[in-house]
């Protein structure tokens, strides 16, 4: 019986040790798991914003070329002397004369763009507006004709017409 006795003590302070050795590493194992998992996924979650930001890299070199028309229709600023020029070439490659020429308050609108406006004085014939209007629109700026008046050009003569082109573009924030 003293064998038992001694066995049963060998067993229960083998028990006991186990679970004051053994069994906090073990807690300290699976928490190590836990955190492995975690840290796996978020190498994840990187690698695959690293491979987006990658694949955005491309795809802005591919379409830098569309990219710069864009920023050319909608520039960064104003630039008011290639608005002027850009007017006063339309104006001059269809025939009609620019009087007057005049920007307004900029307005700024709740998205990410602000728009300019401009209000120009010229004279010529129904066809010479037609053509300028046609030429603005080529233009690699943005406008947006907002009102025409138009009636005859008593100065003139000669079936001029002296019209108000009222027009609109934009630039971003």
Known sequence: MNKSLIAALCIS???????????????????????????????ADTKAAQDNIIRLEENYKTNEGSIQKILLAIPKDRRLDYITSSIQIAADSSG?????????????????YQTLPIHTELTGTYTQLLKMLGSLEQSLRLYDVTRIDAGEDSSAGGGSLAITLDLVTYSLK
Do not use: H, Y
């Not at 005049?102 to 709740?110: H, I, L, Q, R, Y």
């Open 13 to 43: 302070v083998e028990a006991v040790l186990f679970f004051m050795f053994v069994m906090p590493q073990f807690n300290q194992l699976s928490g190590a798991r836990k955190t492995l998992d975690e840290r796996t996924a978020l190498l």
């Open 96 to 112: 009609m004369k620019l009087k007057a020429i005049s920007f307004g308050e900029v307005a700024k609108n709740t998205g990410e």
